[in-house]
Structure formats: structure tokens, C-alpha cells
């Protein structure tokens, strides 16, 4: 599925959310792992043994699934969270056999790895207050691997180390073990209102998409995001359509207001969803005309088609029908308006035109000019031509119908 210009930015890159996962989750364990094992086998020693490369790649593994399955329905922290411990495991297993489980601090990747699942999968499960707590508990217990790495380092290099008590004896190893939980709980609360502040954030932002769309629309919305500088004005060939009800202000006066915009409601969404998906740049309504404009003329004449299919059903209840007119030709298009208030619009002789093609096609009926006809060529089957009188034009302007 193509990821537009606007949801990029809101959800991210794939290389920016595999880093965030990384650093963030993923990569964790795998430090305070690396720091250890350096400590105790040496640096030298270490940097050329395959322990620290099979770690880091099972991090990045582990980073690469979750921050894909981040963006679905399922995340499955869960499940996930115990990739880098089993990648790590299988190449550890093969490369040194069983001994891999002596060490304390490979029990404690899976312990923890284990909890760190447990925690993300509840939170937006529980939801509410219960779910920040698991946000803050999940702090805690990341800020725990540094301190239980500490204890096993201190376990495995300091024959004082008898048991934890004769650990807590220590008053600078009970600063440690007090300070490192605090810390984790000072960085659970700070990430908990950031986590507010940014889906308040979202939630700001998902309002201003739907407005902006309401008024630029998709296409046009994304296009701007993506150059700030795309709808600058500019001369363009364009294909303009315009659909009208026949009939409607006369029907309009013998009904009650909650029944007109009642119909024209699901008159806005049956057109709304045929110009969507035939991929008009722009569309807009006023009272019961439609006007949209279209990158070809083909894209256009496809549009009108299954619009008239569409809403013959809807109209024809009331006894009423739609007539359009299409034309194509240069328009100068862009962002008009003030300082402080644009708009997207087009203007020129080609959007005059189409719109006096649609006022004399009769209901039911879709015209095309003969320009928009010799850019079709024989794509739609075309009827024989008629000659009309245009408003501020020269002549008869032929036109012609489609089926």
C-alpha cells in the first residue's frame, strides 16, 4: 500500500521508526549486555569474539519486526519482544552448546524480555489509569537491567559477594539499588506526559487533516505537504466537470429544509465517493451543484459516466435528474485569497465553458465539448453532435453526448 506524503509524516519512516524501536526497546539488554561481558572478558578479547556480533544483530532482528508491526492493528509487543532473546539464544547455543544458560545474565535477558512483553501488551489493553501505570512500571523495570547487570557483575568478579544482604551491606551498593528504580520511576512519569502531550498532539493534528481535506481535499492536501510550494499559481490543461439538479430549486420550495438537506446529504456522498475513487484534484460543492476538476479528460468522462449510474436511483425517487457538462482546456489554477485566507480554485474561460455546456445538457444527459471529445478519441461512444449558444462566445460551441 502507498503511504501518502501527510501519513509519512505522521507516522514516521520505516528507518525512523526502526531506530526508535532500536534505541528505545530493542537495543537495551543488548548494551548493558555488551558492557558486562566487555568488562569481564576484556575489550580486546571481546570485540573479536562473535557473542558481541550475535547480539546486536539479534537487537536489530527484534527492532526491525516490531517497528513494521508498530503501524498494524496486532503490534504484538508480546510476542515480539522475545525475538532478540531467541535469535540471540539459537546462535549462542550453537556456537558454545549448553553452557550458554550458566550465566546469570542470559537467564536475565529472557526474564526480562519476558516482563518488558508482558507490560506493553497490558498497557493499551487496560487502558486509562491502569495503563499508565504499566508505562511507569515498564521504566522501572528497564532501569532494573542496569542494576541487575550490576549484581551480577559484582556476583561473578567480588568473592565478598556471598549473598544479596552481605550485597546491602554496602552503603554504596544500597545508594545504587535505590537510586537506579528512582530514576527509572523520574523517566516513567516524564515519558507519561510526553505520551499525553503527543497524543494530544495527534489527535490536533487528525482534526486539521479533515478540515484541510474538507477544503483542499486528499489529493491536493498531500501535495502540498509533500512542496510547500505546489499550488502556486500556474496555467495547466485541465478537464472541468460540472453536475446540477434539474428541477431542484422548484422541488426544493414545496419541502421543509430538514428534508432538502436531507436529500442533498446523501447526494454530497454518492458524488463524493464516485469523485474520490475516479480521482478527481479537486472537488466542491454549492447547494446542488458539483464542480471537479480532473488531470485528463478521460478520467473525467469515466467519472461522469458513473456518476450519472450512481445517482439516477437517488434522484429519480424525488423525480428529479442530473445533467453535466465537461470541457478541457487551460486554466490557471492554484492557491487565491488573501494573506490570511486561501483557497484553492481555477479560473478561465475553460471552467465558463464547461459550466455553460452543463446548463444546456438536459437530465440524465453528459455532454462533452469537441475538444474534450478529439482528446478521448474513440475511448466513449459518442452521439451525434449538437450545436449550442454559449454566453460571451462567438458562434455555436458543438458538443456532444456520451453513454
Known amino acids: 500500500m502507498n503511504i501518502t506524503p501527510l501519513e509519512h509524516r505522521l507516522t514516521g519512516s520505516r528507518r525512523g521508526r526502526f531506530v526508535l524501536e532500536l534505541f528505545k526497546n530493542s537495543a537495551q539488554f543488548p548494551i548493558a549486555n555488551i558492557l558486562l561481558e566487555m568488562l569481564m572478558e576484556g575489550p580486546f578479547y571481546y570485540l573479536l569474539a562473535p557473542d558481541l556480533y550475535a547480539i546486536i544483530f539479534a537487537g536489530c532482528v527484534q527492532a526491525f519486526f516490531l517497528s513494521r508491526w508498530e503501524t498494524t492493528p496486532k503490534p504484538r509487543r508480546f510476542w515480539g519482544n522475545l525475538i532478540a532473546p531467541l535469535v540471540y539464544t539459537v546462535i549462542e547455543l550453537i556456537l558454545e552448546g549448553p553452557r550458554f544458560w550458566s550465566r546469570p545474565h542470559h ?6 524480555s519476558f516482563v518488558i512483553g508482558i507490560l506493553q501488551t497490558l498497557r493499551p489493553r487496560l487502558g486509562g489509569w491502569m495503563g499508565d501505570v504499566m ?14 547487570m550490576y549484581i551480577i557483575f559484582e556476583a561473578l568478579t567480588d568473592t565478598r559477594f556471598t549473598d544479596f544482604a552481605g550485597f546491602m551491606a554496602d552503603p554504596t551498593h544500597q545508594f545504587v539499588v535505590l537510586a537506579i528504580p528512582l530514576l527509572g520511576l523520574v523517566a516513567g512519569v516524564a515519558e507519561l506526559t510526553a505520551q499525553r502531550y503527543l497524543n494530544l498532539l495527534r489527535q490536533t493534528l487528525a482534526q486539521l487533516r479533515l478540515y484541510s481535506e474538507w477544503l483542499l481535499g486528499r489529493e491536493l492536501l498531500n501535495r502540498i505537504v509533500a512542496d510547500p510550494n505546489a499550488l502556486t499559481m500556474i496555467r495547466q490543461e485541465r478537464t472541468v466537470m460540472f453536475v446540477d439538479i434539474r428541477g431542484f430549486t422548484h422541488w426544493s420550495e414545496s419541502r421543509t429544509p430538514e428534508e432538502v438537506v436531507a436529500m442533498l446529504d446523501r447526494y454530497y456522498r454518492a458524488v463524493e465517493e464516485v469523485m474520490t475513487t475516479g480521482g478527481a484534484i479537486k472537488f466542491k460543492f454549492a447547494a446542488d451543484e458539483a464542480m471537479a476538476i480532473f488531470a485528463t479528460p478521460h478520467g473525467a468522462a469515466a467519472t461522469a459516466l458513473k456518476l450519472q449510474s450512481q445517482i439516477v436511483a437517488l434522484l429519480a425517487t424525488h423525480d428529479l435528474g442530473a445533467g453535466v457538462g465537461i470541457h478541457t482546456g487551460n486554466v490557471v489554477e492554484g492557491l487565491l485569497g488573501s494573506a490570511g485566507v486561501k483557497f484553492y480554485d481555477v479560473i478561465g474561460d475553460t471552467v ?16 462533452i465539448s469537441e475538444f474534450t471529445k478529439n482528446a478521448l478519441k474513440d475511448e466513449v461512444k459518442v452521439g451525434e453532435p449538437r450545436e449550442i449558444t454559449v454566453k460571451g462566445k462567438e458562434g455555436m460551441l458543438r458538443v456532444y453526448p456520451i453513454h
Open 135 to 148: 508505562l511507569i512500571v515498564e521504566h522501572i523495570t528497564r532501569a532494573s537491567i542496569l542494576l541487575t
Open 352 to 367: 465558463n465553458t464547461a459550466k455553460r455546456i452543463e446548463s444546456n445538457a438536459g437530465k440524465g444527459e453528459v455532454w
Open 107 to 112: 537467564i536475565a535477558y529472557w526474564i526480562f
